[in-house]
C-alpha cells in the first residue's frame, strides 16, 4: 500500500485541482481522497505548489505516452490528441488552471521545454524553411485543440473531422 502512496496522491489531487484550482484546493482534501495523511504529502511533493506542477508533469507524461507526434501527418496528430483531451478533460481543466494560477512555469517544466523542442524540430525538418516559424506554428495547432476540447460539443466525431480539416488547411 506505501508503494502506490505517491500515485494515490498524484491521482487526489489532479481530481483536486482539475475542479478547484490551486488557490481553491485543500491538502487535507486531496490527502482524504487519497488515503494518506498531509505529512506524508509534503514528504513526498513538498508544497502544493510543488504537487501541483508535479500533476501537471505527470498528465503530460500520460499524454505524450499516449499520443505520440506526428510531424509528417500533422492533421491526424492533432486529431489524436483531440480524442486524448476528451478522454481526459481534467487535464485541458488542470493546464488552463496552471496557466492562470502558475503563468509561464508550464512553459520551463522539463517535459513541455524537452517535448515542445523535438517538436519543433520535426516540425523544422519536415517543413524545412518554409515562412511559418515551427514553433508558432506548433502553438496554433495546439490552441486549436484544445479550444475544441474545452467546447464541449456533443458530436466529437464532427469536430474531430472539423479539426483535421482545419490543420490540413493551416499546413497546406
Request: without cysteine; aromatic residues 6%; hydrophobic residues 45%.
Amino acid at each position: 500500500m506505501a508503494a502506490d502512496t505517491p500515485r494515490r496522491i498524484l491521482d487526489a489531487a489532479a481530481d483536486e485541482f482539475a475542479e478547484r484550482g490551486l488557490a481553491g484546493a485543500r491538502v487535507d482534501r486531496i490527502a482524504e481522497r487519497a488515503g494518506a495523511n498531509k505529512q506524508r504529502i509534503y514528504a513526498y511533493f513538498g508544497s502544493k505548489d510543488q504537487l501541483f506542477d508535479r500533476v501537471i508533469e505527470d498528465r503530460i507524461e500520460q499524454l505524450l505516452d499516449a499520443v505520440p507526434f506526428d510531424a509528417v501527418d500533422l492533421p491526424g496528430y492533432a486529431a489524436r490528441l483531440l480524442d486524448f483531451n476528451l478522454a481526459h478533460p481534467e487535464l485541458v481543466r488542470l493546464l488552463m488552471w496552471h496557466n492562470l494560477e502558475r503563468p509561464g512555469v508550464l512553459a520551463r517544466l522539463p517535459q513541455s521545454v524537452e517535448s515542445t523542442g523535438k517538436k519543433v524540430a520535426a516540425l523544422r525538418a519536415q517543413r524545412g524553411d518554409d515562412d511559418w516559424p515551427a514553433d508558432r506554428l506548433l502553438g496554433q495547432v495546439l490552441g486549436l485543440v484544445h479550444g475544441v476540447a474545452l467546447t464541449g460539443w456533443a458530436d466529437p466525431d464532427h469536430v474531430r473531422a472539423d479539426l483535421h480539416r482545419a490543420v490540413s488547411r493551416l499546413v497546406g
